[in-house]
């Protein structure tokens, strides 16, 4: 497993330290919506629309925080990066956006997403986060051929401390962050499919309400993902002294395999 990027970005610890502050981690990510043409004549009608919605930050890839109830097994510690991470339903609206305006996406499961945007108040902190970039989806074909090359992008971004690379694992770490969901919420992954009819009677074994101790429930691990965030633009804005705002844009240049950051001071 290749690893090339020296560092950690310059805004990583605070972006972070804020994130720790926060009583429930949450931001806003807005992907793009195939829409829908008001007439097939309207040569004006835009092809996509923005979508938002409230989602839970689960932390950085390859680097999951501590949870002494996740019974899963971990990966070792040997790697770290700056990607922010989520989970999500595959049968909700984000996944099919992130993978229908990807360019090269092969993979139904796994594979390169869209664009993406998050945007994180950190209320302590008094600091706004406008995190800009694109996303990969993690899903339970993470270790066959056709997802070779989503492991091979992400592990371009992926830091070594040291240690037995080999001995890391996609599936261990995919399994690891549905472990560290609650009973509760990994239930949600068998519920009837998000946004249909009540009138649609759900499958066998879908429902409201469900605990699922066993991390390797078949029809709730069949809808589970992880989407990965890999920023390109980061702009900050303290607030924590209306006198004196500050803000900093922070973008991502060079290639992929030597990145580095630019970082530039603005007016609030």
Not at 226 to 250: C, G, H, Q, T
């Amino acid at each position: 497993m290749a690893t090339t990027s020296p560092s950690s970005a310059p805004w990583r610890s605070t972006l972070l330290s804020h994130i720790d502050q926060m009583g429930s981690p949450i931001f806003v990510l807005s992907t793009l919506h195939p829409a829908k043409a008001s007439s097939p004549s309207a040569a004006d009608a835009p092809a996509y629309l923005p979508r938002a919605r409230t989602v839970v930050f689960r932390g950085m890839w390859a680097s999951l925080p501590e949870n002494p109830k996740n019974q899963a097994e971990r990966n070792p510690d040997i790697f770290e990066s700056d990607l922010l991470t989520i989970t999500t339903d595959a049968r909700m609206d984000k996944v099919p956006e992130l993978f229908g305006t990807a360019s090269g996406t092969e993979s139904s499961q796994s594979g390169p997403g869209g664009p993406v945007e998050a945007v994180i108040w950190a209320v302590e902190a008094h600091t706004q986060w406008r995190i800009r970039g694109r996303s990969y989806i993690i899903g339970p074909d993470i270790e066959t051929d056709a997802a070779a090359p989503t492991r091979a992008a992400l592990q371009t971004y992926m830091r070594s401390s040291g240690g037995d690379a080999a001995s890391w694992s996609f599936a261990r770490e995919l399994t690891a962050h549905f472990g560290n969901l609650s009973p509760m919420m990994r239930g949600s992954f068998r519920n009837p499919p998000p946004g249909t009819p009540l009138s649609c009677k759900p499958a066998e074994g879908l429902g409201l309400g469900q605990k699922v101790e066993d991390l390797h429930d078949s029809i709730a691990r069949e809808n589970f993902r992880v989407v990965v965030i890999v920023p390109e633009e980061v702009d900050r804005v303290d607030l924590s002294d209306p006198a004196e705002a500050k803000r900093w844009n922070y973008e991502m240049v060079g290639s992929r395999e030597v990145a580095s950051w630019k970082v530039t001071e603005l007016w609030p």
